[in-house]
């Protein structure tokens, strides 16, 4: 049962529109005379939050309805439409991607507050919020689209906007290296998509290619279709969500400006993924097998990428291999059919990991855009309030009850564990000590112990109120979020899971109270474990250490950027030379330098009857005259 | 009224160019008079796309006898397979004008004629008269590259010709085959391609026939691997010649494939269809690595024009409604970003003296619009939702994935491989630091928003209402793959309707 | 007896293509195009009294006249010939070589 609900279109609408009056308005004044910070921060912020509000609406709209209703749809126009295949430019909103709306616009418009401060005196201001605003307007389509394909609009739309905003100070060449990088490895995940909505399409779309009459045909698909679309359109979600091969993009996305960091790189792009593949739930919850190689995929990238985590010197790497290694955990909770756990735990993850973002660059705006953590050190008390924000988001990050990350992340190692996958569940509690000792070696190291540089140390002060008024809001999401699903055991009811419930299939394994304590105590114990260690290590005036051994390879990311670079791109690049270079001048013409040469050759053959005295023409005159006539008279007897 | 309009649009521009020529008039005044012939047969193609109306038949029909004896009629008309070739060679021209502001009038003349014969040839019924506009569209590329082109523009000016001529030669004795075919099966003579559509062909002469027609027309595509006059030839023309080649005459080489070889030779094209759609494919891939390693943008657009001419006839080959459709849509999508590309190209050599990627840098700084317009239609070259290039290619790659596996895959790799080197291109041209000569790089003026303007918006139109479009050409598609498969397209479409559930067998 | 007329006029033309062709000196070669010029003179003029009617002699005439004006043409490029390259010699005159 579905209702219309036409204002759904605005909701992409409003930052679009934002996206294209601000663009618009750079465009024409950059050049002679800019206009002010204050105007094209104001208008920045009018779309998201408008879109903010409207999200509200859509909550308390589906809120009204009951449960098994709970489905807004807008079809504003056909967009295409080709034999079979029909495409609507189609909107749906139901409890999943109205959970998504929420903390999208909510979060968006905060990042879009905060850098109004963080981006002052940028020469380019106007075309920065541009950008923002298409990459919110571009998510919310891909939140928002009624189908596979609308989705896809969106889907490349933030792609986009993430390579602009990684290579938006693009005099420098690395940035858009990292840009482009993202962009392609991207793309490689794009065919993947593409590929797994094609078989899609041929296997189950005829009946309409949207959702609701996929989920209705889904019953029909064959098992070899039906996994292989999962993988397809697994590959996609590993390209945006980061994931095993296709995570090297994320840590060099770093070279953006911070705010980009927390809202793409952190809170909302690279959660597509996992939104994706909760959407597609009626496909995967068919196939366990494709779940499977979801799960494993993420738990082993939240392994690899904690590994990496613990090694790195620059505070926003560190921030995005914990990023990388968090989409692991959601991953391992889709691929296990526990699809509320995984998007609770990307609404949690999108309030922390943005808080701790916009905290380091808070950090790094005070410090003068140093961001190596072995440069800073004793910064509490010169910034108290980016101080005890960030550890907040520590906590949460660490998943120290109460802070909201302890029960998203505990929702995904229990579901691991009641669904039997001990595996998964064993490594996920290893990743969550790794988790809570990098993230409190970042904590330490910035904070406390004394200044490692003095001289930025003494310039170091608190960043206005426009950058620190959302780190509390964000602080105090990311303490209270885990509220909003208390499981049985702490006397809640899963709200977040039941509101969930009529977007995703999944079945509640029901376990003993005693194994989710003692699931939940270990995980505890664990990470009490990593907080110690990095406290032992690092709180008073740890030293850079000069890395050997494991630790070295750690450090260098397992020389992976370095194999693939190698493998692929030195590949790629090989092939374009050999061929302009060597098979296009030589090989594939042959054909053509063949005909020519043979043109050449008898050009030079019949060249020798060519003397150039007229009375051997004439010569050739009398001959063929004489055989002519021959001919004639023959002919005529 | 618009009973000759197709005529008007075929013979206003070639008769005002031959003028042209023989009059004596000021460079000023030959561009404005092309100007105003482009802009006459801009409004007529507007007005006949708005006319039109999709039912899959031919519209703005004229038929009349010319060479009776055989059975050669001067047919014209448009249906929805050439609607929107039509729409681009009526669209794109009057840009050109306007750019270049200081050339010869021989340059303008020959545009003109140019443009009345790629309408000729994308109107003709009859397959001699086809013919016939086949050939003259040589002869002002010749003219243009020969005359007005680059430094090496002799070898180059040399090798389309003999090479395009040489296919042209083989299709002239397919072309009297079939007519001959034709008398012998029915006793009447006849080159109208609906009449030919009954022929019976069979045997060795059939599929011999058909390889010299493909021949012709994979030529001037360019399919792999008779693609090596194209990046000569396009680097060494001057830019307006370069944009007519790449947004019009190769896609009547795709076009030509479409209308005059599927009628005729249905058996042949679906035995030989997997061998072409696997050329296309390879030359996408091939020609988007090649791109890669280009130091001349120009050329680099060349190579990136050649793979995106393999993919579109990939969705010729692949038989199915939906990538034949996207090929079509593709067509118009392609000639409008890739045309501009080197239109915008043309510009910068034109101010800066140099269109060598490593001379650039950092232009995005001195010119955020030519940025912008550059960035959106490069972003529709590589494909990227809400813009005209999506449609086009998803389509092209849903047919393909259904035709064969493995062909989709590869053609899908497009996506992957034109991002490649377009962002590497940005990145040296558009961003990185500026340098002395692109510090004098100035931004569009007025007058070239205004040009670039339409062209950008209806970029960005065909990706978010392409239904409009869409609606124009697919019953053409319909019947034309219909055509391929009389009996088993009918099949399907009844299974399909009446038992949703068990269609996923088919695959 | 008009075969004496015809071999006479074969003779003749023989004579003038052997000019031609063995001669290098460039008045030689044109005496000897004359020669062959009035060799076919003389057959129009055979067969026109053979058939009794006037047209070989008008055309006898007609050639006689062309022959008059390529005379007059001619002996401007033999001067012309002498001029750029002070010699008569054909073998000079070999730009077609291939």
């Known amino acids: 049962m579905e209702h219309t609900a036409t204002y759904l279109g605005l909701i992409p609408l409003f930052p679009l529109i934002g996206a294209l009056v601000i663009g618009l308005l750079h465009m024409l004044t950059c050049r002679k005379n800019p206009l002010s910070e204050m105007l094209y921060g104001a208008l920045a912020c009018i779309g998201p939050v408008l879109s903010f509000f409207l999200a509200l609406v859509v909550f308390y709209h589906l809120k009204g309805l009951p449960a098994d209703e709970r489905m807004l749809t807008h079809n504003a126009y056909i967009w295409f439409a080709v034999g079979d295949l029909h495409v609507n430019m189609g909107f749906l909103a139901d409890p999943l991607s109205s959970l998504m709306l929420l903390f999208v616009t909510f979060i968006g418009s905060l990042i879009h507050i905060y850098s109004i401060g963080y981006m002052a005196k940028d020469k380019n201001f106007g075309k920065f919020f541009a950008y923002m605003n298409l990459f919110l307007g571009s998510m919310l389509i891909l939140v928002l689209g009624g189908g596979p394909v609308v989705m896809f609009v969106g889907w490349e739309g933030v792609g986009l906007c993430s390579y602009l905003l990684i290579s938006y100070y693009s005099e420098d060449t690395d940035n858009v290296l990292a840009g482009n990088k993202a962009f392609i490895v991207n793309r490689i995940g794009d065919l993947g998509f593409v590929l797994g909505m094609s078989v899609l399409f041929w296997a189950i779309g005829a009946g309409g290619f949207d959702y609701l009459s996929l989920k209705a045909n889904a019953h029909s698909l064959t098992p070899a279709i039906g996994v292989a679309v999962c993988l397809l359109l697994f590959v996609g979600a590993c390209g945006k969500s980061a994931q095993i091969p296709l995570y090297v993009w994320l840590p060099d996305a770093m070279a953006g400006p911070t705010p980009v960091s927390a809202l793409i790189h952190a809170a909302t792009m690279v959660t597509a993924g996992v939104y994706m593949v909760a959407r597609f739930s009626f496909i995967y919850a068919h196939f366990p097998s494709a779940g499977m190689v979801v799960a494993w995929v993420g738990i082993l990238t939240a392994l690899l990428a904690a590994i990496f985590g613990m090694f790195q010197k620059d505070i926003k790497k560190i921030l995005a291999y914990s990023t990388v290694s968090q989409l692991g955990y959601m991953f391992a909770a889709v691929g296990v059919t526990a699809y509320s756990a995984g998007i609770f735990h990307v609404f949690t993850h999108a309030f922390f990991k943005a808080l701790l973002f916009l905290g380091a660059g808070s950090v790094i705006y005070a410090l003068h855009h140093q961001q190596d953590i072995w440069k800073m050190g004793g910064l509490k008390d010169k910034m108290p309030r980016t101080y005890w924000t960030m550890l907040i988001g520590a906590l949460a990050l660490s998943g120290v009850p109460p802070f909201s990350g302890f029960f998203s992340k505990d929702e995904i190692l229990f579901s691991a564990l009641a669904n039997g996958h001990t595996g998964i569940w064993f490594i996920g509690v290893l990743v969550a000590g790794m988790t809570a000792y990098y993230t409190f070696r970042m904590i330490f190291l910035v904070f406390h112990g004394k200044p490692r540089d003095q001289q930025a140390f003494d310039h170091a002060h608190e960043p206005p109120a426009v950058m620190t008024i959302p780190l509390v809001i964000l602080a105090v999401g990311a303490a209270f979020a885990g509220v909003l699903n208390l499981p049985a055991i702490f006397g809640g009811s899963l709200n977040v899971s039941h509101w969930l419930a009529p977007s995703v299939v999944e079945h509640h394994p029901h376990v003993s109270v005693w194994l989710e304590l003692l699931a939940m105590l270990a995980s505890i114990g664990v990470v009490a474990v990593g907080i110690y260690i990095a406290f032992k290590k690092f709180a008073e005036g740890a030293e850079e250490p000069v890395f050997t051994g494991f630790a070295k390879v750690g450090y260098n990311k397992f020389y992976v950027d370095e194999i693939y670079n190698a493998l692929f791109v030195q590949t790629y690049k090989g092939f374009g030379s050999v061929i302009s270079r060597f098979l296009e001048p030589n090989v594939t013409d042959s054909h053509v330098r063949f005909t020519s040469w043979l043109y050449q050759k008898a050009g030079n053959a019949f060249k020798a009857l060519q003397v150039g005295y007229v009375r051997i023409y004439a010569i050739y005159m009398v001959i063929g005259l004489s055989l002519m006539s021959l001919f004639l008279s023959q002919s005529i007897n | 009224m618009f009973e000759y309009a197709l005529s008007v649009m075929i013979f206003l521009p070639i008769l005002a160019g031959l003028a042209m020529l023989l009059f004596p008039i000021s460079r000023g005044a030959s561009r404005i008079a092309g100007m105003i012939v482009s802009l006459v047969v801009l409004l007529m193609g507007i007005e006949l796309f708005l006319g039109f109306s999709g039912t899959g038949g031919m519209q703005y029909l004229e038929n009349r006898p010319w060479i009776e004896s055989l059975g050669i009629r001067y047919g014209l008309g448009v249906d929805g397979i050439s609607l929107l070739v039509l729409m681009t060679s009526a669209v794109l021209f009057p840009m050109v004008f306007s750019i270049f502001t200081t050339r010869k009038k021989g340059y303008y003349a020959n545009l003109l004629i140019a443009q009345g014969s790629m309408i000729g040839a994308i109107c003709a019924t009859d397959l001699v008269l086809f013919y016939i506009f086949w050939e003259i569209m040589l002869l002002p590329i010749f003219f243009m590259i020969g005359i007005y082109g680059g430094p090496k523009r002799l070898p180059a000016t040399l090798k389309i010709t003999i090479y395009t001529i040489a296919g042209s030669l083989l299709m002239l004795a397919a072309l009297v085959y079939v007519g001959v075919s034709y008398h012998n099966q029915f006793g009447a003579w006849t080159f109208d391609i609906v009449q030919l559509g009954a022929l019976n062909l069979g045997g060795g002469f059939a599929v011999l026939a058909f390889f010299m027609f493909m021949a012709a027309f994979a030529i001037k595509i360019p399919l792999f691997p008779f693609h090596t006059w194209l990046p000569d030839a396009y680097t060494e023309a001057p830019t307006a010649t370069t944009f007519v080649l790449s947004a019009i005459m190769a896609k009547i080489g795709v076009y030509g494939v479409i209308r005059f070889v599927v009628p005729v030779f249905e058996i042949e094209f679906a035995r030989f269809a997997i061998l072409f759609s696997l050329a296309g494919v390879v030359g996408m891939m091939y020609c988007g690595l090649a791109a890669i390693a280009q130091k001349d943008m120009k050329r680099m657009l060349a190579f990136s024009s050649a793979s995106h001419m393999g993919i579109i006839a990939v969705g010729v080959f692949c038989m199915n409604v939906q990538a034949l459709t996207g090929s079509l849509f593709q067509i118009a999508a392609h000639a409008t970003s890739t045309g501009v590309l080197f239109l915008f190209v043309g510009l910068m050599e034109e101010r800066m003296g140099s269109r060598d990627i490593g001379d650039l840098g950092g232009i995005a700084y001195r010119a955020p619009i030519f940025a912008t317009f550059f960035a959106i239609a490069m972003l529709a070259s590589v494909g990227l939702p809400g813009t005209s290039g999506f449609i086009g290619e998803f389509l092209i790659i849903l047919g393909a994935v259904k035709f064969n596996g493995f062909i989709g895959f590869l053609a899908g790799t497009s996506l992957i491989i034109g991002v490649c080197y377009m962002l590497w291109m940005f990145q040296r041209v558009f961003f990185e630091k500026t340098n002395e000569r692109t510090l004098q790089f100035a931004d569009l003026k007025v007058s070239e928003v205004l040009t670039f303007l339409p062209v950008i918006v209806l970029i960005m139109a065909m990706g978010i209402f392409p239904q409009a479009f869409i609606t124009k050409i697919e019953p053409a598609a319909q019947l034309q793959v219909a055509q391929i498969f009389p009996t088993t397209q009918s099949d399907v479409a009844e299974t399909t309707v009446l038992t949703p559930g068990h269609t996923n067998t088919k695959n | ?98």
């Open chain 3, 1 to 98: 007896m008009i075969q004496n007329y015809l071999i006479l006029s074969v003779i003749l033309f023989s004579l003038g293509i052997l000019g031609v062709i063995s001669r290098r000196n460039v008045f030689t070669v044109f005496m000897s195009i004359e020669l062959m010029l009035n060799a076919a003179n003389l057959s129009f003029i055979a067969f026109s009294r053979l058939h009794e009617s006037m047209d070989g002699q008008v055309l006898a005439l007609l050639v006689m006249a062309v022959a008059a004006a390529e005379a007059a043409l001619a002996l401007a490029v033999v001067i012309l010939l002498h001029k750029h390259k002070g010699k008569l010699d054909t073998n000079v005159f070999s730009l077609l070589k291939g």
